[in-house]
DNA sequence: GAAAGCTATAAGCTTTCCTTATGCCACTTT
DNA sequence: AAAGTGGCATAAGGAAAGCTTATAGCTTTC
């Protein structure tokens, strides 16, 4: 469903946070490289969009109402994630020239790799990152063919080839729309019955495949694909259209479980445990970006 | 420091989730009330701004690229956030004219309000909110005057004059900027050494301001204030420029200290813990709204 | 092979947005 | 008390962006 009209202006966001950094419009505007008056006229009309007076003029300087500075504190998640966005394009516009070339698969990419790279540029601030995505057997080919410094992948087989540390755990989640049958609570669904339902999945190769593979090859069982897609994205679109229930990492589903549009279907027998891992080549050395990386998502810092 | 430009339109974000919700620019068009054209030229436009192709127009359809997907789901988050802002200022404008009146400290109302208002939306979708700020204290006086169903506030002092339940636990931070001596990762403040620099504090009547007081109090001490602000925004902003340590819920400084702008001073013997709860009026019975709030906080759902 | 569905381009118009110029106000300095 | 400084708003004019309708081309489906 789209957002409810008006909808705000991220520049007008942004330049409402710079009023709050340096205490007046003006300044704001400077930080922005737009006139006064310019600056002067989109806080307006941002106030007119939400129905909200956010800044006290009466003084000589503007200063934020209490609508202000609670526009501000959740506008910064907003410009938070937009930092993100823009980074990763960065990355990805970059494709493989850069002095620290990051391969990912796309899960990975989609929910960890900016917030390494926002995290990254303030330490570093003038490192170059480039980002390739792909299922988890195409970074590995990357890896393996020197195409990129350090690469991150979710299932078992691959790591044994290269050097490897764990840097995350993800599980995967079958999951359905709240109306399904297998949305009940008290529902519990056994892999016997996980394998003859036909499913939503990825692509051979991909990390997820691997893992739901694995799980049910131990009862003797493989999965049943009603179809298979190359992007998490299309899949939950599926999923929540209807059509069939759907395996996906549970980064994946967060959002759409939290806000109910999802439901995490209870298995029994089904191991869907994994590890995100990053991996680099057995032969050289390390590159220093590429240890800063490590340490960072290590440490936090 | 604002954005690095240019940045994206959420319009545009918004559109092309919803491309990949719906699977063609025609109906995603068709969904945001615009023409194709418009739609096409919009996309078309966020791919020139971050300098990616997004979608595959080779098909029939347009599909989304690996970019693209990527993308869509870095937005999510934004997305998020800009459902959030938008609910949090229908609810600020309303002035408690409502079916269900919250009334909610500063700190409540910028970091937990806005998400538990998209949930409550989203179980009860005609319902009406209102929400109304203010200090600790000036949320006590709005439901002992009956003029909300519920408040949410910090600090110990005021609920027992009313019926009230923990909703979340919350601490506060002594921060400073990372250049501030205080900021080594070995130095301890002491109580006695805490209650002699010059802070930067909320003023009185906050929930921040009476658990800092006690705390020092249980050693015979009170705070010295080098200023006294009514927003945690603009403590924020006095902190970040250096002039003083301030005081401030561990909400207010999550984003900065994760991102290295700010650091939480370690201390000894001052005991800044404490709850956030809910309040309402022991005479009356709650209304329907007000429980149904309540449960979608504890349960989650 | 016709039809249906989808997307891109073009033309014309409206709206938005920016800059410069200017005036007023509040607070500070001398 | 008067002058100075920093700050905000309004107005006018011009540039740019955005939308709609009309149209044409392409792909898949029946």
Redesign the pocket.
Known sequence: MPLSLPVP?L??LDLLRS?AE????????IAH?????????????LEKSLGLTL?D???????LTPAGAAVVEWSAQILEGVSELLVGARALRREGQSSLRVAASMTVAEYMVPVWLVKLNSVVPDISVSLQMGNTEQVAEIIRSQKADIGFVEGWSVPHEFNHRIVADDDLAVVVPPDHPWAHRKKVVTAKVLASTPLILRELGSGAREVLGKALEAHGLQPLPFVEVGSNTAIKAMVLSGVAPGVLSSFVTKAEVETGRLVVVKTRGVSLDRSIRAIWSKGGEQTPSAKRLLKLISDGR
């Open positions: 202006d520049v007008s009023v340096f205490g007046s419009i003006r300044q704001a505007a490289n737009v006139s006064q008056p310019a600056a002067s006229m989109r806080l307006k009309s800044l003029r009466s003084g000589g300087n503007a200063r």
